[in-house]
């Protein structure tokens, strides 16, 4: 089982002026807390990570300093996420086998609990594709190009897309490959899935699954810290 951990971002819409994989919790930054969940996992052989150029010799030193021995590669990334991600398949495409078991994972997630792992890859094993998710909480309204209520959606039906997402590396192959032959940006991996017609199963996660994207979610992640490391690490 692999994992590709999504560390490129620039942390634009946060105030750090860094990328926010660094920013810190408890004593640690964000991308230990990240990687130390899936070094932990029985679920997971190795990890790759995407990091910006200017950012790898730090994600380096996060992993030799912390011993992290599954992480065994860090790899420019591209322009954006997708490609960064569609670059790794192509680099790696020798050494995955069709049906090894491939996740995405933000960076930004640190929180995803091991039972959460082992879920969401056990479910890509049967169903062809799966995905972490939160229901959601909130009405969700469908709009049109000028802002208009098109349909509300049932909420039971709804769902909060989270990481990682899994799918053998024969489907995540079949699907950035059809999204690249067809100039096609999505917004996660399941999205580009779900166009080459293979279902993704979604798989319940805690509300705690969630990713830091603005300053508040860093502050809310340093305050769920305290509950969901209750022990020392």
């Not at 509300?152 to 997402?165: I, M």
Request: net charge positive; aromatic share 12%; charged share 30%.
């Amino acid at each position: 089982n692999w994992l590709i951990v999504v560390a490129g971002g620039k942390g634009n819409r946060m105030s750090l002026g860094f990328n926010k994989v660094f920013a810190k919790i408890g004593d640690f930054p964000v991308l230990y807390w990240t990687l130390r969940a899936f070094e932990k996992s029985k679920a997971i052989d190795r990890i790759i990570v995407s990091s910006g150029e200017e950012d790898i010799k730090k994600v380096e030193s996060i992993i030799k300093k912390n011993n992290f021995k599954k992480t065994k590669n860090v790899v420019k990334a591209s322009f954006s996420r997708q490609d960064s991600t569609f670059g790794i398949l192509k680099t790696f495409k020798s050494a995955m086998k069709k049906d090894d078991l491939v996740g995405v994972h933000n960076a930004v997630n640190p929180f995803v609990s091991e039972r959460e792992i082992r879920e969401v890859y056990l479910a890509a094993k049967i169903h062809g594709a799966a995905l972490l998710a939160c229901p959601a909480k909130d009405t969700i309204k469908i709009a049109d190009e000028k802002g208009l209520v098109g349909n509300t959606p049932f909420r039971e039906y709804c769902w909060q897309a989270q990481t990682p997402q899994v799918a053998p590396f024969k489907n995540l192959w079949r699907a950035f490959f059809k999204a690249d032959e067809e100039n096609f940006a999505g917004t996660d991996d399941a999205q580009l899935l779900e166009r080459a017609g293979i279902k993704p199963k979604i798989v319940p996660c805690s509300s705690k699954n969630i990713k830091i994207t603005y300053d508040e979610d860093l502050a809310m992640a340093k305050e769920m810290f305290k509950t969901f490391y209750k022990k020392k690490y």
